[in-house]
């Protein structure tokens, strides 16, 4: 079991950046891809960024490629999704997921989630 907690939304402007955390709680978490998520109001919920368990390889929706970096501090047990450039269309519940597959990078099919973050960019 992984529990996930994120945090670091806010409402900035286009153009803006900023940083998202996962904090796990559990001795697993470098065992584990991760993964960011985000569900728009009316939309279905899309992948965003993924990690392999030891930080190794990424992988990115063409949406928010070379845009948005995804990291992880395994000793810290947490994730980060570094997000440059926001534009209005990525405005979104941003949610971090766990893998129980640890060496890949998936884009569905996580087994743990946490509530979300809310991140509103305005134009």
């Known amino acids: 079991q992984v529990h996930l907690v994120e945090s670091g939304g806010g409402l900035v402007q286009a153009g803006a950046s900023l940083t998202l955390s996962c904090a796990a709680a559990g001795r697993t978490f470098s065992t584990h891809s991760m993964g960011w998520c985000r569900q728009a109001p009316g939309k279905e919920r899309e992948f965003v960024a993924s990690?392999?368990?030891?930080?190794?390889?990424?992988a990115y929706a063409n949406s928010v490629k070379g845009r948005f970096t995804v990291s992880r501090d395994n000793v810290k047990n947490t994730m980060y999704l570094q997000m440059n450039s926001l534009k209005p269309e990525d405005t979104a519940l941003y949610s971090c997921?766990?893998?129980?597959?640890?060496?890949?990078?998936?884009?569905?099919?996580?087994?743990?989630w946490g509530q979300g973050t809310q991140v509103t960019v305005s134009s």
């Open positions: 997921a766990a893998h129980n597959v640890p060496l890949a990078t998936p884009t569905q099919g996580y087994d743990y």
């Open positions: 990690i392999n368990s030891n930080g190794g390889k990424t």
